[in-house]
């Protein structure tokens, strides 16, 4: 569905107004930079289709990421983690959203804001390259290229963020056991080699 | 004499926040320490052995060794300080520090080194720490060496990652040695990073502290030391605040009255302390000149099964280059696990990545450090810590070096291919395409994948006050009975992993205390 430019702006300028406080940490005027791609890129009087993300339900136990973040996420694991026909376990095996939710939830609230400012940042970041689509609406294939594309980006945010947006997805993943077991990771094993305590060391002698 | 027995042969007996239930609690000691790292368990133990009244906070929790998981992303959330997530101000290196009862002993690889001579000699010609000589300093290593059953490694201690390294190096004519380790009996388990389960690793946790506790030492978890109190010019004590670790929430409000006070923060809280109290600054240079041995974790892959997970964290290494002469960087086989491989370089997005994640157990890492200059500073915006460190131009020349050297060894061991620790996907497979990429590196934000094990700088020690914020024996030069102990005095980065360094030198300024008199 086409919404009205103003509408477009408006989200657009909302996304980029509440990135500020998260990229001021980093180089604000490679940032700025950026931001003038974005509002350029507003200017030529492209639409953008929705600006809300399509929103589903909240998997239970799910307390930081929004419904409308589900979708980014859902993209992302289908393009980062591909692992039919591979050894690797399923990703719907293990529950890698939950896992990056409890994650954020550990957070200091500052980082978790910017976090999370950073994640809505790069669910916009495909429109100028991909005729105004949203990351999450893309087809894998065009998503993969935009991941790569950024990653070899000029602009350090844009690095930044894909770099630390596949560590969330790949942390959630490989943290759980399940994911283990096809590439031969022994886990915790001090219990299982029966390892006992050498407890404290006696005090010193001398 | 009076006979002292150990207190416990498992565990510490620690106040925590649940065992508070008082909304103010004051004390007195002779000695408050501030951290129960390196630097403060050794102050603490120095100091309750001398029949002081010791008070020690700690402003992590309290977590004994039985219920370290080995899974490395709890432990990460657990004991590291931010949850494992502490990053300098431009967001592109981790900077791991223990936040826990123990400190960074708990989670660190256990490796010791002494402090390079040349770098004694940097401390003893160019700032004025003409005392601080090797002579000087030899019975303090020893000292903390006996004392935390330093050893060298042994044959059954040199993984698979590690007999690679000594492989390529040896290949190419490169010194190398068995890494010398802390450690009693190691069980191998290769999850150093995440606390030793079974107390083999000899950190503070199960040394300086349970002695420390022994001889009267009380120690507080959960408890951060928001201000050190002073007046005319002398120290007067601290005061602290007592949270619940879970929900943040202020339990208690705790002050303590003492002449002396030693902060072993690190070197990232201890200027954030004073800068905190506001004192201590009169040279200006409390947060400055931090440096951190910028680190990467290469990965190359073999067509052998490394298993890079299983064995010694940490075997031996490459000191071919040690000497700054020489580069100024070390090299060293290091263990890691999926969490580790998975994000230590690119090897592509999708199906490459899911390709190379196949193939986990053939992948060999290997642990890079340098000599850094300290072009760092660590500061408050308002109420926000801010680590504002980048390699700087001069330095990255070095750290190309290092990522060159450290793929030929793989190569030279047998590598089929590198990856280079980058951002995007840098991927070589001969020494041609190695040198190609190599000179296309460029320093700038977010180019490299960095973490730092080992923060120092930022509260240098020295005899000119204008230059420098304790003294040679770790006396602010403001403020009478307030010293620093731990690598935030260290006038220059060490090259080597330097938790030896902060273990002898606070050992040899709790002899300049005692000696002052308190």
Known sequence: MAISSKVTIECLSAVVDSAEPAVQALNRRVF?????????????????????????????????????????????????????????TPPNAVPVIANIDAMLGLMQASTREDVLVLFDLFEYSSIFSTELTRFSQLDNIVARNHIEACQSSSLFIQRAVVTAIKKFIYIGYWRDEKTWGPIEFDGPVSKQWKLTSLGNAPLPTA | MKTVKLASEHGLAVTQASDITESTVELTADVVVIGSGAGGAVIAYEMAAAGKSVIIFEAGPYMPSKDFTEKFPDMLESLYEDQGAQMNSTGDMAILQGRCVGGSTVVNGAVTFRTPDTILEKWNTQYGLTELTKAALVPYFEKVERN???????????????????????????????????????????????????????????????????????????????????????????????????????IADVVVKANTVVSSAGAIQSPLLFL????????????????????????????????????????????????????????????????????????????????????????CSMVTLFHDHNVGRIYYDDDKKVIDYDISDDDFPTMKRVLHEAAKVFFAAGAKRVLLPTIKKTEVRSLEELDQQINLLENGPHMLRMVSYHPQGTMRMGPDKKKSVVDAYGQSHDIQGLYVADASVFPTSVIVNPQITVYALSSYIADKILGRGI
């Open chain 2, 148 to 250: 935390l059953s330093v050893h060298e490694n042994q044959p059954h201690e040199i993984a698979k990652h590690s007999q690679i390294l000594n492989r390529g190096a040896k290949a190419l004519g490169y010194s190398h040695k068995p890494l010398k380790r802390n450690t009693k009996s190691c069980g191998l388990t290769g999850h150093c990073l995440s606390g030793c389960a079974s107390d083999r690793k000899q950190s503070s946790l199960v040394t300086y502290l349970p002695w420390a506790i022994s001889h009267g030492a009380k120690l507080f978890a959960d408890t951060r030391v928001m201000t050190i109190n002073h007046l005319d010019g002398k120290a007067t004590g601290v005061t602290a605040e007592t949270r619940d670790p879970e929900t943040g929430e202020k």
């Open chain 2, 276 to 363: 905190r109290s506001k004192l201590g600054n009169s040279s200006g240079q409390v947060g400055k000149n931090f440096a951190c041995h910028p680190s990467t974790l290469m990965l190359a892959e073999f067509d052998e099964e490394v298993h890079a997970w299983r064995g010694a964290s940490l075997g031996s290494y490459v000191d071919e280059f040690e000497h700054p002469d020489k580069g100024g960087f070390i090299l060293e086989g290091g263990g890691s696990g999926p969490v580790e491989i998975a994000m230590a370089g690119e090897p592509g997005t999708g199906e490459e990545y899911v390709s190379f994640m196949s193939k986990a157990k053939n992948m």
């Open chain 1, 32 to 88: 700025l930079k950026a931001g003038l791609l974005l509002g350029a890129g507003i200017s030529t009087g492209l639409s953008l289709g929705g600006c809300s993300s399509p929103v589903g339900l909240l998997p239970d136990g799910i307390q930081v990421l929004s419904a409308k973040q589900l979708p980014l996420f859902e993209k992302l694991i289908s393009v980062l983690l591909p692992v039919e026909g591979s050894i690797l």
